[in-house]
């Protein structure tokens, strides 16, 4: 099946400071991803739609200038968590959105851990 | 706003048990729903689809699910589970009228003995 690819799996970083997520579709293009936020022992929470070319959706709640998403190409969506504190420490993940079935497919996701 | 009610935090149960997992979705009108999988340090599998027809689902690994519209229901069988199946499991629903957004259900873990 398509493959989609978050990179990096894991990332520690200072307060303060700003992490960049990729999440790639390797071997299918997707105009839509989504980008979600898993708090331990919870669901995942679906944080926004990234669009190709386009300025992202973001669900209520969501603070865009704290996230930032760029989905610059058909097979790359970024998440900038910008001026990250302790409490952005989570397990972001991403899924990208098969053209013609709809059928999402999901990356192994990314844990930030914010000291 | 749509949500999504699974039953089960946990669930512990041994090998060649039936398993059923409950979910409900509060949302009216057309939905999709889905079941997925989160297997130890792997990322989320789709286990299988309900979108329209036969609303008795055959998924992967011997897993099925039966949509039960006027119970707002789409709950997860399997017959007689393995180790393996020990994992989390998470019912979805989305609303085409809503852009295909997914919802996704607090989870159900599964552990299986051996």
């Known amino acids: 099946g398509a493959v989609v690819s978050q990179h990096p799996s894991r990332v520690i970083c200072k307060s303060g400071t700003s992490v960049k997520i990729e999440c790639r579709s390797l071997?299918?293009?997707?105009?839509?991803m989504f980008w979600y936020r898993q708090f331990p022992k919870q669901s995942l929470m679906l944080m926004a739609t990234?669009?190709?070319?386009?300025?992202?959706?973001?669900e209520q709640g969501v603070e865009k200038d704290k996230f930032l998403i760029n989905h610059a190409s058909l097979t790359l969506s970024t998440l900038t968590v910008t001026s990250a504190h302790p409490e952005d420490s989570s397990f972001y993940i991403c899924s990208a959105k098969l053209q013609g079935s709809g059928e999402l497919f999901f990356g192994e996701g990314s844990r930030l851990t914010v000291l | 706003a749509q949500s999504v009610s699974q039953h089960n935090h946990h669930v512990i149960l041994s090998e060649a048990a039936s398993l059923e997992l409950g979910c409900n979705y509060s949302y009216g009108g057309t939905v999709n729903l889905f079941w997925y999988v989160q297997y130890p340090g792997q990322h989320l599998q789709l286990l299988l689809k309900?979108?329209?027809?036969?609303?008795l689902v055959k998924g992967i690994k011997g897993f099925e699910a039966e949509f039960i519209k006027s119970k707002f229901s789409f709950n997860l069988r399997k017959p007689s589970v393995q180790w393996s199946d020990t994992a989390e499991y998470f019912c979805?629903?989305?609303?085409?009228?809503?852009?295909?957004?997914?919802?996704f259900g607090g989870g159900t873990r599964v552990l299986v003995k051996p």
């Open positions: 309900y979108f329209s027809g036969d609303p």
């Open positions: 979805a629903v989305n609303a085409r009228a809503a852009g295909n957004k997914l919802t």
């Open positions: 990234s669009n190709e070319g386009s300025k992202a959706t973001y």
């Open positions: 071997d299918f293009q997707a105009t839509t």
